[in-house]
């Protein structure tokens, strides 16, 4: 597939651009890959799911009591910022003055400012949309709604007629999971989920094979618990972004004694928008390690760059951060992730499908388990992927229309369905398994789930290693 020679001369992204009903639709757009789940489906056109896109509507409301704590200003920033990328418009109202508590490194003070740099607006007037309400003791709504909360590591989600009130709220990853799992059922709805929404669903970072049941064994308090100190990112997308999402939140009593080695060779492109949580709109073809740097340091980290992909010559010394957190996309890489000398390994997958991309997996490997061999066996599916969806009418009918032989179709048939919200679960349940280690609890060795229906979350808890030390500080909330 010949890519054209304009593009490669002046070495920036090729947009593919098709003239469906005399309307230009650019198919590699910033939400390329969120529009994917309902081009996928089967059920619309390019320019179908473009306009269900565009004109979908979210209202994020919080509580007074959830704005002052962790917990609830984490949902409701989660919750806007994924939203702002699944939905045409986000909206917000509530208590949305009062002052910013989570450290991120951005410029505002209050919930309000953040919310608006992450893409929404303030509501000036009522309109009809679905609604996600953070926190407790909220009205019922006419239109369809959904409640976030938290107890402690748990993230809960439920009708807003069916509310739970919030718990103890010092663990602000537990916000953001509860708000980009509402997030989640509003996009659902959205596509004519009829049971998104509609029952009461609960998700333990701390303890996920006891979310279903035991939903009160809420963990530790954060004050009790140590935050790693020295980590090592590879892979800077969607996954890697949300890790450093996650620790952002934190509360380090010193963040300069953190170290964070960032690692990644690809630029952003415009279709990173759609689910990277820390790129900024019409900021495209610099670095994702640059990205991750001023973010990182923003927060007051230290950081050292690595601008290349993993591979067999890279070998960790014993000074450098010995525990890896993974989000790479290809198997033959993530078989090498054992073999560069880490401590322990936080390696997450998401789905790539329209019929998976709400299922999430996290392994921790250490020295007693090899990605080598778990991983063994396993392979990419993305071409066998490609050649079926080419064959769907919405394809076929973007390579009639483009004339180009069908290379703008392949192109987007290669890449796959990702939505942020559940980039945002997954990086909450991987910095979650970094603190376990940190804190010397055992951590879990594969955790599996779809976030559609919660119950289908599967955690098993491995062993306590005595001969690692991970460098941590005791946190201060």
Not at 164 to 175: E, F, H, K, Y
Not at 278 to 285: C, E, I, S
Not at 391 to 397: D, G, R, V
């Amino acid at each position: 597939m010949e890519e054209p020679q304009s593009a490669r001369e002046s070495n920036i992204s090729y947009w593919v651009v098709a003239k469906v009903n005399n309307a230009q639709i650019e198919t590699d757009s910033e939400t390329s890959r969120i529009r994917a789940a309902l081009v996928n489906s089967g059920q619309h056109t390019f320019e179908e799911a473009e306009e269900k896109l565009n004109n979908s509507r979210l209202c994020v409301f919080i509580g007074v009591e959830a704005a002052r704590t962790p917990a609830g200003q984490a949902a409701f920033l989660t919750a806007t910022l994924t939203g702002a990328r699944c939905f045409g418009e986000v909206a917000f109202h509530g208590h949305c003055d009062e002052a910013l508590l989570l450290p991120l490194p951005i410029p505002a003070t209050t919930l309000s400012e953040a919310a608006v740099l992450f893409g929404a607006q303030l509501a000036r007037e009522r309109f009809s949309c679905r609604t996600i309400c953070i926190g407790s003791g909220l009205k019922s709504f006419d239109e369809w709604s959904v409640q976030a909360s938290w107890n402690g590591w748990t993230a809960t989600i439920a009708p807003v007629s069916n509310q739970t009130a919030i718990g103890r709220s010092d663990c602000a990853l537990a916000g953001v999971a509860a708000g980009a799992l509402a997030v989640g059922q509003a996009f659902l709805a959205e596509q004519g989920d009829r049971r998104a929404g509609r029952k009461v669903q609960t998700l333990s970072l701390w303890n996920p094979e006891t979310s279903v049941h035991y939903a009160h064994q809420t963990g530790p308090a954060f004050r009790q618990v140590y935050l790693p100190t020295k980590l090592w990112l590879i892979g800077l997308g969607n996954l890697g972004q949300s890790y450093l999402w996650s620790l952002a939140m934190l509360p380090y009593p010193a963040p300069e004694d953190v170290l964070l080695f960032l690692q990644d060779d690809q630029e952003i492109g415009k279709e990173n928008w759609g689910t990277s949580v820390l790129v900024q709109r019409g900021r495209y073809n610099i670095l994702k390690t640059r990205v991750a740097e001023e973010w990182a340091t923003g927060r007051g980290f230290k950081v050292r760059r690595i601008d290349r992909r993993l591979d067999e010559n890279l070998q960790r010394s014993d000074i450098e951060p010995g525990v890896a957190l993974a989000g790479l996309d290809r198997m033959p890489v993530r078989r090498l992730l054992g073999r560069r000398g880490f401590e322990y390994i936080i390696d997450a997958g998401l789905g790539a499908t329209v019929d998976d991309y709400c299922k999430l997996r996290l392994n921790v490997f250490d020295s007693e388990r090899s990605p080598a061999t778990h991983f063994d066996g396993v392979e990419d599916q993305t071409v066998y992927v490609a050649e079926r969806l080419k064959q769907m009418p919405a394809y076929q009918e973007l390579a009639r229309s483009r004339g180009d032989g069908g290379c703008g179709a392949a192109m987007l048939a290669e890449s796959s369905v990702a939505v942020p919200f559940v980039s945002a679960v997954a990086g909450a349940l991987a910095i979650t398994q970094a603190i376990r280690i940190a804190s010397g609890y055992a951590h879990h060795v594969g955790i599996t789930g779809d976030l559609r229906e919660l119950t289908s979350v599967r955690a098993t808890l491995g062993g306590r290693s005595e001969r690692v030390t991970v460098p941590s500080t005791l946190a201060t909330a």
